[in-house]
């Protein structure tokens, strides 16, 4: 049974293009979580879905920010215009009712903004 | 609102020492408790988990009691291997209508030497 999938492992850009992190739950999940993470920082909840509908999006950091869920199998958070306080590690996680809501997740993104 | 408070790092130890890392959280109810660790370049991975008081979580000798008379879920193993370097982070799912949502605590990077 595959895991929780995210694209692209790695992603490069320059200050001001947009940049769209995608992430594929495992299946039967019904929640699914976005985080940030850096040294300065540390783990950050950004935004969480519960079938399909964002529940809570109070750690998104700026209006750059936005992500969507639009069926149970897929999300996307998007930066547009990325800055490079931007860079850091983007986790996508899922979790379900129905194992004391163990969260799952995947292998992360690492975005880096020129 | 709910919180988790983890002992302060780094944490350096030799291999084959006793290790602890303490815990503790503030939570309405009866949430559930989780160990999560992340080797470097991964993403976060279930260590253990206990979902009501007394129950303990155990995996790869690593051992966590859930004590709500104390609000606490120490981590303990007894022989730790340089295998076992990694950041270590405990978390909290209050459950209702949290969604799954989990409360992390900052996170406890272990480094042993051989």
């Known amino acids: 049974d595959a895991g929780v999938i995210q694209s692209p492992r790695h992603e490069v850009t320059e200050m001001g293009q947009e940049v769209t992190l995608r992430c594929k739950p495992i299946?039967?999940?019904?929640?699914l979580f976005w985080y940030r993470q850096t040294m300065m920082r540390g783990l950050e909840l950004l935004i969480y879905f519960n079938n399909n509908v964002p529940i809570d999006d109070s750690g998104m950091p700026e209006d750059r920010f936005s992500a969507k869920m639009p069926n149970a199998s897929f999300s996307t958070l998007k930066i547009q215009p990325s800055e490079p306080r931007d860079s850091a590690v983007y986790f996508c996680?899922?979790?379900?009712?129905?194992?004391?809501?163990?969260?799952?997740f995947g292998p992360g993104t690492r975005l880096t903004v020129l | 609102g709910d919180s988790v408070t983890q002992m302060e790092g780094p944490v350096t130890l030799s291999e084959e020492a006793f290790l602890t890392i303490n815990c503790t959280y503030t939570a309405t109810g009866y949430p559930s408790l989780f160990w999560y660790v992340q080797y470097p370049g991964e993403g976060l991975q279930l260590l253990l988990k206990?979902?009501?008081?007394?129950d303990k979580g155990s995996n790869k000798g690593f051992e966590a009691t859930y004590r709500k008379e104390t609000t606490s879920f120490h981590l303990e193993k007894g022989s730790v291997q340089v295998s076992d370097s990694a950041v270590y982070f405990c978390a909290l799912s209050a459950g209702g209508t949290s969604y799954g949502k989990l409360t992390f605590g900052q996170g406890t990077i272990l480094t042993v030497h051989p």
């Open positions: 996680a899922s979790s379900s009712e129905f194992t004391y809501n163990e969260q799952f």
């Open positions: 206990a979902t009501k008081a007394d």
């Open positions: 299946s039967g999940h019904n929640s």
